[in-house]
């Protein structure tokens, strides 16, 4: 009992996140939720700080908006809380990370590991169905918790 009120305080403290919303460019912009809302949750919140500055982000829903993290495409029902404890790994590393630093991939060798991270994306799904071909986007695909990624390649696999 002493342990699950103890993860209920630890799902209700601030995590401060860093993304940045892709509409082919980026948009970077910081925003507080609580480690135990889903992405869902985040994306209504991003939304929210987004809408009075992008028109499209204003007339779209939630379930539009896509985030990916490390190259990957998180799904809505997840929680940060479910991915910083489960060590969550995406295909350049640790995805739990959420302090940004500069891209790791243009300061040094692409293929080490990382516990850095960079920014995640916040796009609209309408955006990636008509880009999905085109660098960035061709190298999302959608976070699978048991998937193990061994080693970060710049071609995909």
Not at 27 to 39: F, L, P
Not at 55 to 71: A, G, H
Not at 113 to 119: F, L, P, R, T, V
Request: glycine share 6%; aromatic share 12%.
């Amino acid at each position: 009992m002493q342990w699950s009120r103890e993860q209920e305080l630890i799902k209700n403290e601030p995590l401060s996140i860093t993304y940045s919303y892709w509409d082919g460019t980026g948009h970077r912009r910081a925003i507080q939720v609580r480690k135990g809302d889903s992405i869902g949750e985040f994306l209504r919140a991003v939304q929210q700080q987004l809408a009075p500055e992008f028109r499209e982000v204003r007339t779209t829903s939630v379930e539009n908006l896509l985030y990916v993290k490390e190259d990957l495409i998180i799904p809505h029902q997840h929680s940060f809380y479910e991915l910083i404890i489960n060590k969550a790994r995406g295909k350049s590393g640790p995805l739990f990370h959420f302090d940004v630093h500069e891209d790791v991939r243009t300061i040094a060798d692409a293929t080490k590991e990382k516990d850095e991270s960079h920014a995640g994306k916040v796009v609209e799904r309408h955006w990636y169905e008509k880009n999905k071909h085109i660098f960035p986007a061709s190298r999302w695909e959608i976070y699978d918790p048991t998937k193990k990624w061994e080693r970060y390649t710049i071609h995909g696999d």
